[in-house]
């Protein structure tokens, strides 16, 4: 009766039906998990082409007309397929999928320091005038936490 028991085991242990089933069942929340970061991390590269694309299109309304940010503002939100920028809460975040967009402008003399725009630098030439165009977007991720995709880029004017 013991060998029998013994082998009754022996021959359940030798056994490899449900294998698959078992093996499946171990690595599909692995697969998930790895489906869901891949998504995070391509909506993430995905978000920074497109500000970098949005940043183009401001510049180049910003070297065509200097001094209105809001088409230039116009200009990065219509690249994005965008109507509204996104506001800024007391933290400084931006709105979930949507873009803050923030124009700035300023001179330098050639030395480095920061001049009014109106006078002339100790060299006596003009100040370079440059637009500061930063855009930010903050993205709710899937498995990641909420993420800010954040791009700048500065445009010599003269």
Do not use: W
Not at 76 to 92: F, P, R
Not at 112 to 140: H, M, N, Q, W
């Amino acid at each position: 009766m013991m060998k029998t028991l013994f082998l009754k085991i022996v021959s359940l242990l030798k056994r490899e039906d449900g294998t698959a089933a078992i093996e499946s069942c171990m690595f599909s929340p692995l697969l998930v998990l790895s489906a869901l970061a891949i998504s995070d991390i391509g909506d993430r590269a995905s978000s920074r082409m497109d500000l970098d694309q949005a940043l183009r299109a401001g510049s180049q309304v910003a070297m065509l007309n200097t001094t209105n940010d809001v088409a230039i503002e116009g200009a990065a939100l219509m690249a994005l397929g965008e109507s509204v920028k996104g506001t800024v809460d007391l933290e400084g975040n931006c709105s979930i999928n949507k873009t803050c967009i923030d124009v700035t402008h300023y001179c330098e003399c050639s030395d480095g320091l920061s001049s009014p725009c109106d006078e002339l630098c100790p060299t006596l030439y003009p100040p370079s005038a440059f637009v500061s165009i930063s855009v930010k977007r903050r993205i709710d991720g899937l498995l990641f936490p909420d993420t800010h995709v954040h791009a700048k880029t500065e445009v010599r004017l003269r």
